[in-house]
């Protein structure tokens, strides 16, 4: 069974401090990494994709990529209470068909205390 | 532009209706998924068209049934649902689906209560 595996949380940090997502994942030929937003009742929304090892900033968000450990992390500077909502690790596997499905983790959801 | 439009946003049915999901795109993706959520779960995928063929079907019950008409439109057809079909429905399109590095992109999602 091809997991992804993250901390359900909830993960509070003050305003203004950074916040550490971290996800781990079991199939070793994961290609593809995402992070995504999901607010409470709304649809997820893309903030973040990485591919290879290393970080990648984009604004407030860096995600890193550590595949020898098959880990990602996302990090959010300066946290805002709008930052508050569950965070998806979305990993490519196996290709199926021509397809590479997408698993997502069961998300971490962080709260920005004002 | 990077928009996914879902219809209705909300809907109720008996367990005798037949309803209808509908989703489109027009950012030329060729590759287009129904996801289905639960409260506080993860989407779970349902079926994924590629090239407007069907390439994956998760083992969905019958009474779901896709559809996609061309490249920007996809359908999901609800006939004799169960109450725990009751679930966020969401439609989600990427380039090409064939990669591996597709992002993928939801659209705002069907809230359905099956009753």
């Known amino acids: 069974q091809k997991e992804v595996e993250q901390n359900s949380g909830p993960l509070s940090v003050p305003e203004g401090a950074i916040a550490s997502l971290n996800c781990t994942y079991s199939d070793r030929v994961s290609q593809s990494f995402f992070w995504y937003r999901q607010y409470s009742g709304k649809s997820p929304e893309l903030i973040m994709s990485i591919y290879s090892n290393g970080d990648k900033e984009d604004g407030r968000f860096t995600a890193q990529l550590n595949k020898a450990s098959q880990y990602v992390s996302l990090l959010i500077r300066d946290s805002q209470p709008s930052d508050s909502a569950t965070y998806l690790c979305a990993v490519t596997g196996a290709s199926s068909g021509g397809y590479q499905k997408v698993t997502f983790g069961t998300g971490t959801k962080l709260q920005v205390i004002p | 532009d990077t928009e996914v439009t879902q219809t209705p946003k909300h809907l109720v049915m008996g367990m005798t209706n037949k309803k209808s999901l509908k989703c489109e795109q027009h950012m030329g993706h060729r590759a287009m998924y129904w996801y289905k959520q639960k409260a506080k779960k993860p989407p779970e995928l349902m079926f994924v068209?590629?090239?407007?063929?069907?390439?994956i079907n998760e083992s969905v019950p019958s009474r779901f049934s896709p559809e996609c008409p061309n490249s920007s439109l996809l359908n999901l057809h609800l006939h004799a649902l169960q109450p725990e079909d009751s679930a966020l429905y969401l439609c989600a399109s990427s380039r090409s689906g064939r990669e591996g590095i597709d992002e993928q992109f939801f659209g705002p999602g069907t809230r359905l209560t099956v009753l």
């Open positions: 068209y590629s090239y407007e063929k069907l390439s």
